[in-house]
Every structure is written in structure tokens, then in C-alpha cells.
């Protein structure tokens, strides 16, 4: 099956006019501004609520929920696949599709377009990397801060082709303008900002990696195709990513960094039975593994991790071991990929660093050599024993309510398996690490599965974005109130700044992530990118949308701006909102056990009312938010 450029599909949704698209079927009318309306071709009504906005590339029906962007709408349809539906409208509007190489379907052109911006790469990767050995002073700073900061040996420098860019790019621009190569390479490899209309002179490549250390990311088959640059203090102040510690290059004809794990090229030759993948946070810490003698060590390119980069993986081998920082945020990362993991069909285990919180795999294998990685190996955890402790630490402490809440959260994880076996095994491993009776957790899983299916399918997920309900005349769908992960989904999208506090302040548990619910899911996933500074920006969003619900429910959020007077007040409401569902359910639970002391004889008062004083401290704390603006 052909696989259609990610590249190829944002110049598609930029170049054909919703309006055109849709007046094939819908009869449309102005209605203020550029927006026109229609009756909606997804259900049926007499008042027309279905609205096109041609600007911004988005539909929405206000009765029935549906909305989504130009392919969305001719698949709706149409009854078309993606592919097929991407390379209907180029063929009615003069679109020229271009398609992944080796997937089928590329033209000549594409190919040789394609073909020179890896040679591109290659040629910067040698350049930077003589300006990294360099016996000038960018080549001694450079060097000194791999081997003395960083510590480093100078051959996994040369093995990896770790450059270097002084203050002015290190004089990349001429290097490339002297190899001929064309000017469409020049401006779609990342390397340059390049104004649109700026005639291709050295003036006009403007570098944009400066004063970095420079670490050259490869494909699976070894080609170079981006680069990852670590600020240092020689990164000059007029840097507009100065403040960034890691600087990627972006999306181009050769790279999509959610579908490329860093070191794959390599460690996909070496895994095999008893040597598993190896999957650490960033591109050091992989370096630093590879140093050390620990051959299959990847990580992500500079973003939480993908469902299809977890696909790839399970090409070349199930079993993947996760070495995350031990800080909150490593926690945090591994509990958002255990599902992800679990669906993909991995076997996933975790290392752990018992009594050292702040350690982490860099500094593990630094001071400790391969022997480190024999000894975490033989305390590593299973995923459901993983997913256990996250939620009890200490089981033998924890209350029968407890333990039975913390097996209700692990179950929304297994609840991502396919297998019916594997869910089997799961339950009754959970049963164990909780200390619960198998058979109960068995009918406690099963009970949760049936309340899984009876929520049933969502209404049309683009509606849950409004907040009243919609009504109107019969047969028009009453939408389902929004709850707070939609509230904060909108302002992630609006109000881009509150991202990252955001993702600071909400714990993972708060989160609705189940399958049913696609704005928590949605919400997750973004906090992920705003808490690694990985968000590509509103506009830029097609690769963190996995699935049709997620993209009409992101093209409802975008397609009409909230009218808000104080962001960070609905922000703070949201998260309130939030905290009380999580905790309020346990202080219930409580109350109940107090008043009925016999019920439950493993409860302890003590405990019980050191747990309720606590909660009811935690409800009382006022929600602030704490932002940079």
C-alpha cells in the first residue's frame, strides 16, 4: 500500500479550498464572514447547522457533532479509505501526490528529490563533524565539552559523527551551495530558515543550528536524515530556540519524527533472544548505553513515544525493556506508554533504581559500567507489577479498598491488550502483586469491560467539544455534556502557553484515558508533548492524531475560538474539577466505612481517618496554576 508523504497531505489541505469540496454535495450559503452553511450530509435536519469555514479548512455540523477537514469529509462521503481519498482530490484539483519512498506509487522526481536531501545530510554530517575535530576553538570547546562535561570518549564521537556549529553555522551554507545541490533541497532539508520569496544566495541561508553540539539522527536503514542539537554555552544569545536544550530538526520529504527511533539502525542487528531492546529517554542516554557495551539501546526523537514507532519496533522484536529517569516525569512517561505498548503486542518490563531517585541511566552506566545494567536487569519489573507498584507501593500496608482501587486503574491499562490471553495473565499477575482473590479480580475485570461497552460508541466525538447540549428537531442527536479533559483540550489548543503548566500540574490518574473517551486520551497525549517541549504548534498537529475520532474532535476544537476572559481561571476550574473526580470517589468510600465499622474487618480507624484527613486537606488546597506569562 502506497504511503502518502505527511508533507504531501499538509500542501494538499493548504492548496484545494474546503468549499469547493464540499459544494460537490452540500449547497452552501454565507453565513457571516467567510463561513457558509448548509444542510448537514450526515444527518438529517431542516435548519441548516452545518457550517464550512474555507479559512481555516474545517467543517462542523452544530447538531450532530461531526466535523473534520477536507479528506475527512470526502472520506465521510465518499466511503473512501485515506489514501484513497487524499488521491481523489489531487486527481480533481491537479494535485500532485507524493509518496514515501519504497511504499509504492513515488514519482521519478519525488525520488531524486528525495535521494538528494539524504546525500544532503550525509554531506553536513562529515562537514560538522571536522568542525567538531577541528583544531580551531570551536573544535577544542566542543571536544572538551564531550569529554569532560559530558564524558564522553572521542570514539562514540567519531563511531556516531557528533558535529559541531559555531555562532555562525559553522560555514555549512557554503559547504552545501559549492556540492550544486538544487535549490528545492536547499530550502525543504531544515537545515535554513529561508525566506519564501529570498533568492537562493548565502545571505539568504540563514543557519538554523548555532553554537550546538550536533548529533546526527538515522533512519532504520542507517541513512542520515535530521539532526538533534544540545545547547551549550556557545549558543548565541540571538538564538530563537536559545532557551531549548535540545533543538530538532523539523519535519521534512526525509523525516517524521514520530515514525524514527534513535539508534534503531543499529540496535535492530544486534536484539535477539535474551537481548531485548533497550528503550531509554533521549538520544544521550542511548550514546551512553552504546558506550558502555549495551548494544540495543534506542529512544525517541525528541517526543513521547508513538503508537507507530512502538509498531516498528515490534517488527524486529517483541520484548522491550524501559529504562526511564526514576523522577516524576520518567514515572510519569512510562505510565502514558504502557498502554501504547501493551496494544502494539510488546512484552514490556521496567528497570527501577531502588534508594537512588535522582539517578539516572546516564549517570548510572557512567559511573557504573555494564555491570549496572546486569544489576537492574535482575530487579527489573514486569509491566503489571510496574503498573501495581505506581499505584500501591507498598500493597502489604494498603487497605482492601485501596488495593481494589488501584486494580480498578491498572485494568483501564490491560483494558489496551488485544490478546484475551494476555488479559487473562494480566488480571490474575494483578491479583498477586495486590493481594486479591484471582477469581474476584477476574469478575471485577470483566465487570469493567461490560461497563466499557455499555458507555457503547460515543456520539459523533467533534460535538463533545461544544458545551450545551444540542437540540432541535426530531431525530437530531442531544450531544453529552463536556467534561473537564474537553475544557482543557480547548485551551491546549487556544492557549498554547498554558501547555506546559498544564502538564505540570495534572497527574496522570486525573486523566480520563479510557477507550471510550477520546478528548482524555487526546489531552494526554498533548501534555506528553508540552512536558518534553516536543509540541509542533496548533497547526502542525496531523502526527499526533491517530484515529478519525481524534481528528474530528481536534477540528471541532479549532474550528470556532472560545470566547474566554480569563484562561488561567478556566484552567485552574478545570483542574479542580479534576482532582475532586479523582479523590472524592476514595473520601466517599471512607465515610462508608466509618460509619460501618464491621463491614470490613482489614479496615484500620486510624488509618481511615488519617487517609480521610489528608484527602480532605488535599480537596481543600485552592488550584493555582502556575504560569510564566
Request: hydrophobic share 40%; with cysteine.
Amino acid at each position: 500500500m502506497p504511503v502518502i508523504k505527511p508533507t504531501c497531505v499538509r500542501d494538499l489541505k493548504l492548496r484545494v479550498n474546503l468549499a469547493d469540496v464540499v459544494s460537490r454535495v452540500v449547497t452552501l450559503r454565507k453565513a457571516g464572514g467567510t463561513r457558509l452553511k448548509g444542510l448537514c450530509p450526515f444527518h438529517n435536519e431542516k435548519t441548516p447547522s452545518f457550517h464550512v469555514d474555507p479559512d481555516k479548512g474545517f467543517f462542523k455540523c452544530f447538531g450532530c457533532g461531526k466535523a473534520g477537514d477536507v479528506i475527512s469529509f470526502v472520506r465521510e462521503t465518499e466511503q473512501l479509505g485515506f489514501t484513497e481519498a487524499v488521491e481523489a482530490i489531487g486527481k480533481r484539483f491537479g494535485v500532485v501526490i507524493e509518496y514515501e519512498e519504497g511504499s509504492g506509487g513515488p514519482s521519478r522526481e519525488e525520488r531524486s528529490l528525495r535521494q538528494e536531501i539524504f546525500d544532503l545530510h550525509e554531506v553536513a554530517a562529515d562537514h560538522l563533524h571536522q568542525a567538531f575535530l577541528a583544531a580551531d576553538d570551536t573544535g577544542t570547546y566542543f571536544r572538551s565539552y564531550w569529554t569532560d562535561r559530558r564524558r564522553f570518549p572521542l570514539e562514540i564521537a567519531s563511531e556516531f559523527k557528533i558535529g559541531a556549529t559555531d555562532a555562525a553555522g559553522s560555514g555549512l551554507g557554503a559547504v552545501l551551495l559549492r556540492r550544486k545541490f538544487s535549490e528545492e533541497a536547499l530550502r525543504k532539508c531544515g537545515l535554513f530558515f529561508i525566506y519564501d520569496d529570498a533568492t537562493l544566495t548565502l545571505g539568504a541561508l540563514r543557519p538554523r543550528f548555532r553554537g550546538r553540539l550536533m548529533i546526527p539522527i538515522r533512519d532504520h536503514q542507517g541513512r542520515v536524515v535530521a539532526f538533534t542539537a544540545r545547547q551549550t554555552d556557545r549558543t548565541p544569545e540571538d538564538d530563537p530556540a536559545r532557551e531549548a536544550k535540545y533543538v530538532n530538526s523539523p519535519e521534512t520529504p526525509v523525516f517524521t519524527k514520530g515514525n524514527l527511533l534513535f539508534n534503531l539502525d543499529r540496535a535492530r542487528t544486534v536484539v535477539g533472544d535474551g537481548r531485548p531492546f533497550v528503550l531509554v529517554e533521549g538520544q544521550l542516554d542511548a550514546l551512553r548505553c552504546w558506550s558502555v557495551g549495551l548494544k540495543t539501546a534506542i529512544a525517541p526523537q525528541g517526543t513521547s513515544i508513538t503508537e507507530s514507532q512502538l509498531v516498528l519496533l515490534r517488527r524486529y522484536h517483541p520484548q522491550v525493556e524501559c529504562f526511564f529517569d526514576s523522577d516524576a516525569a520518567g514515572q510519569k512517561a512510562a505510565l502514558r506508554f504502557l498502554p501504547m505498548a501493551l496494544k502494539a503486542g510488546l512484552e514490556v518490563r521496567f528497570f527501577t533504581l531502588a534508594g537512588a531517585a535522582k539517578l539516572d541511566p546516564d549517570l548510572l552506566f557512567l559511573e557504573r559500567g555494564l555491570a549496572a545494567y546486569e544489576e537492574v536487569r535482575r530487579a527489573a519489573l514486569s509491566a503489571m507489577e510496574f503498573a501495581c507498584r505506581a499505584a500501591v507501593p507498598d500493597p502489604a500496608q494498603a487497605s482492601s479498598e485501596l488495593r481494589t482501587r488501584a486494580a480498578q486503574s491498572v485494568y483501564e491499562v490491560i483494558a489496551a491488550a488485544e490478546s484475551e490471553v494476555a488479559r487473562a495473565a494480566f488480571v490474575a499477575e494483578v491479583a498477586g502483586h495486590l493481594r486479591l482473590s484471582a477469581p474476584a479480580a477476574e469478575r471485577d475485570f470483566r465487570s469493567y469491560l461490560l461497563r466499557l461497552q455499555r458507555s457503547g460508541p460515543r456520539v459523533p466525538t467533534g460535538s463533545e467539544a461544544q458545551a450545551p447540549a444540542a437540540t432541535g428537531g426530531p431525530g437530531t442527536p442531544r450531544l453529552p455534556p463536556p467534561t473537564p479533559e474537553h475544557h482543557l483540550l480547548l485551551l491546549c489548543l487556544h492557549y498554547e502557553s498554558l501547555g506546559k503548566p498544564l502538564s505540570h500540574a495534572i497527574q496522570h490518574d486525573w486523566v480520563d484515558t479510557s477507550p471510550a473517551h477520546t478528548a482524555g486520551r487526546l489531552l494526554n497525549r498533548f501534555l506528553g508533548e508540552f512536558e518534553h517541549d516536543t509540541w509542533p504548534g496548533r497547526d502542525h498537529l496531523d502526527s499526533l492524531l491517530e484515529t478519525p475520532d481524534e481528528r474530528a474532535l481536534v477540528a471541532s476544537l479549532l474550528f470556532e475560538a472560545p470566547s474566554i476572559d480569563d484562561p488561567v481561571k478556566v484552567a485552574q476550574e478545570g483542574l479542580r474539577q479534576l482532582r475532586a473526580r479523582a479523590l472524592e470517589p476514595r473520601l466517599r468510600q471512607i465515610e462508608l466505612a466509618l460509619a460501618n465499622p464491621h463491614a470490613d474487618s482489614d479496615s484500620d480507624p486510624i488509618s481511615l481517618l488519617k487517609e480521610r484527613s489528608e484527602l480532605q486537606r488535599q480537596l481543600r488546597v485552592p488550584v493555582v496554576l502556575t504560569t510564566t506569562a
